[in-house]
Antibody, heavy 118, light 110 residues
């Protein structure tokens, strides 16, 4: 049974870089796609992007210019970086697991609240 | 403005049934599987339905999913106070090359 544990800085200033990491516990790290999704306060879900064990990535076009998702196979972890953050990036960020050929997220991390404020 | 359209809220009395609609287009719902999630206050979303109408292990059969053309529906029967939550639909959209979600529907048990 896969479990996801995530962490990262919760308070950033405008123009800084957001950095979050998600550790995968249990199951096979290589069989799935690892995603990031965010949820602004009081709003809905927004898909940020994903990475496969092989290193191949897929990003939401609306965020692609500022987002990098990377993988550390030795530690079964994957990470998210978002550059040049603004107040609009304030959200709860979730890491999730997706099966190949399916676009549902069947495992979610606990969420990390990131606030951007001067 | 979400790509998928859901009603902001639905409500019903305990024991009754509610349905939540999710409307899209041929680039998303019309040609891809739909999933549904429940988000209790202050917690991460949880997968309720995948592949339009399949339930993960542990999800009771009170929850059901269906799809027709470019719209999907989540049904909840035997409504319980613990079902009060926000519900989201999601799928892949080939025109924007991204996973997309509905804006969410708040279920209130009267």
């Amino acid at each position: 049974q896969v479990q996801l544990q995530q962490w990262g800085a919760g308070l950033l200033k405008p123009s800084e870089t957001l950095s979050l990491t998600c550790a995968v516990h249990g199951g096979s790290f290589s069989d799935y796609y690892w995603n990031w999704i965010r949820q602004p306060p009081g709003k809905g879900l927004e898909w940020i992007g994903e990475i496969h064990h092989s290193g191949s990535t897929n990003y939401n076009p609306s965020l692609k210019s500022r987002v990098t998702i990377s993988v550390d196979r030795s530690r079964n972890q994957f990470s998210l970086k978002v550059t040049s953050v603004t107040a609009a990036d304030t959200a709860v960020f979730y890491c999730t697991k997706r099966r190949p050929y399916h676009y549902d997220m069947d495992v979610w991390g606990q969420g990390t609240t990131v606030t951007v404020s001067s | 403005q979400s790509v998928l359209t859901q009603p902001p809220s639905v409500s019903a009395a305990p024991g009754q049934k509610v349905t939540i609609s999710c409307s899209g287009s041929s680039s998303n719902i019309g040609n891809n599987y739909v999933s549904w999630y429940r988000q209790l206050p202050g917690t991460a979303p949880k997968l309720l339905i995948y592949d339009d109408n399949e339930r993960p292990l542990g999800i009771p059969d009170r929850f059901s999913g269906s799809k027709s053309d470019t719209s999907a529906t989540l049904g909840i029967t035997g409504l319980q106070t613990g079902d009060e939550a926000d519900y989201y639909c999601g799928t892949w959209d080939s025109s924007v090359s991204a996973v997309v979600f509905g804006g969410g529907t708040k279920v209130t048990v009267l």
